[in-house]
């Protein structure tokens, strides 16, 4: 099976073929850094971290863009709190450049400590500028963009101009609500969106630059579709991001990069989205949860597993027993491998799970392949089947590497010296025999010391037809 995937403009499972033979070329929406990340956020960039592993992992030569947005209507209104009489937050009276990027720092160290790859390019919007003004000019020049008709030195796409704009989520213009970015006194159409937004007197000088319509700032939009076009080139092979950028970030995206003679993307992927018990998770309600929080109670490698562990297109539901069921599933994997000696590292993945992600990212169909193996390679622990035991391991550590859980496993010294682990299991598996034994001759109290000795140790006892197995 070649690779497939989902795209959201065509509705429709269909076969990956680059724009450039051998290469995968992939943007996706990083973040706004108006204030602290939430678990939604993270998942999208787990998402496309684990398509770019794959499309590596294939052999294509990929080249990733995650921007950093870094101007914007809110990041101005937070740090405009902040010099607000009175104000007692930990960052008073902050710039608003510097709370964008301490939010990017922040935003940075949530997908550091989950394992999420550094993308090739990570491009802030301010450092795009010039871009984004030669953009608007080519959408003037080509009919489709207008300065506003008051004097606020607005810039705005005109949506009537192009017949294409609705179709990536297949709506016509007049069911369109209104874009709500600008005042819409300046506007032909209500829904004609912002391109440039003239300053205003409440905003910061810094946060404006000049051009032909004065000075202003980019419109969110425009941001990505400059940066992408810069890093990825007029045509590129996939964008993405989460489900609720659909409309009307993605449309808009797609409409003005069209209309300004690119080809823009050829495969549009969104990931679903997280709630909370089945509501959608709001800072009014208070059923928000942060990477943060998240790391305070489980490890990286569980927090990665558990958002990473869902089809990237449905929705993910967190409970709180959520982190612990992760648990339990991924350290199973872990102490497989750590029992087994770690796998060597050149194995190729099983077929089964190729086929799965290669058809569309079908990760939970993968993981319950990568977990088969596990429970094969515990049976052959157990049998002491030193050439099974090898094979699987190799298999599943190849599985955890393409699905970037690896690096994040605790592996003490089974990487490169097994002895620790081969003398504490003769020491467990001479205690099991003596359990077996006694409960061979009906000694329950003796057998269930024995186990309980075990379990006081951190050991865990599995029974079953094919004796007692043991992990950490």
């Known amino acids: 099976m070649s690779l497939r995937f989902y795209s959201t403009d065509t509705a429709s499972v269909r076969d990956f073929e680059p724009v450039f033979p051998g290469e995968a070329r992939l943007y996706y929406c990083g973040a706004t ?30 080249t990733t863009v995650r921007n950093v947005t ?14 607000e009489q009175g104000y007692t937050g930990t960052h008073p009276r902050e710039p608003w450049w510097a709370l964008a990027y301490r939010f990017e720092r922040v935003f940075g160290q949530a997908y550091q400590a989950l394992g999420i790859e550094q993308p090739t390019y990570e491009p802030r919007a301010t ?37 294409s704009y609705g179709s990536l989520t297949r709506q016509s213009i007049d069911e369109m609500q209104a874009a709500p970015d600008a005042d819409p006194r300046g506007k032909k159409d209500p829904r004609d969106f912002a391109l440039w937004k003239g300053h205003k007197d409440d905003e910061p000088e810094s946060a404006s630059w000049e051009s032909p319509w004065g000075r202003g700032r980019p419109g969110w939009h425009l941001e990505c579709s400059a940066m992408a076009g810069k890093y990825l080139g007029e045509s590129f092979d996939i964008h993405g991001g989460g489900l609720d950028l659909r409309f009307p970030h993605h449309e808009n995206e797609l409409a003005q990069s ?34 943060e929080e998240m790391l305070a109670t489980a490890r990286p490698l569980v927090v990665r597993y558990y958002l990473g562990q869902a089809h990237y297109r449905s929705i993910l539901d967190y409970r ?26 050149l194995a190729e993945v099983p077929e089964e799970f190729g086929r799965a992600m290669d058809d569309d990212l079908n990760i939970p169909q993968a993981l319950a392949v990568l977990h088969e193996h596990v429970r094969t390679g515990n049976s052959a622990l157990s049998a002491k089947d030193g050439s099974t035991v090898e094979a699987e391991a190799d298999a599943v550590r190849a599985m955890t590497d393409a699905l970037g859980l690896t690096q994040l496993m605790d592996f ?35 057998a269930d010391h024995i186990r ?14 094919d004796g007692s197995s043991w992990s950490v």
């Open 127 to 163: 450092g795009h500028i010039p871009e984004m003004i030669s953009m608007i000019r080519e959408l003037i020049d080509n009919g489709h963009a207008y300065p506003a008709l008051d004097d606020s030195g607005d810039v705005y796409f005109d949506v009537r101009s192009w017949k």
């Open 33 to 62: 850094v108006q204030g602290m990340p939430h678990i939604g956020h993270v998942r999208s960039a787990l998402v496309f971290d684990q398509l770019s592993r794959w499309l590596r992992y294939r052999g294509y030569a990929v």
């Open 258 to 291: 069209t209309a300004s003679g690119r080809g823009f993307a050829n495969f549009w992927l969104h990931n679903g989205l997280v709630t909370y018990e089945g509501d959608k998770m709001s800072k009014s309600i208070g059923n928000t949860v942060s990477p």
């Open 412 to 446: 003490g010294s089974a990487g490169s010296s097994n002895a620790e682990h081969q003398a504490l299991d003769t020491l467990i598996r001479s205690l099991l025999t003596q359990r077996a034994d006694a409960r061979a001759s009906k000694d329950w109290d003796r």
């Open 320 to 345: 709180p027993t959520s982190l612990d069921e992760a648990k339990t599933a991924v350290e199973r994997v872990e102490n497989f491998l750590v029992n087994a000696g770690g796998g060597s590292g």
């Open 70 to 83: 870094d101007i914007d209507d809110k990041i101005l209104v937070n740090s405009a709190k902040s010099f």
């Open 452 to 465: 309980d000795e075990l379990s006081a140790a951190g050991i865990i006892v599995k029974d079953s037809a």
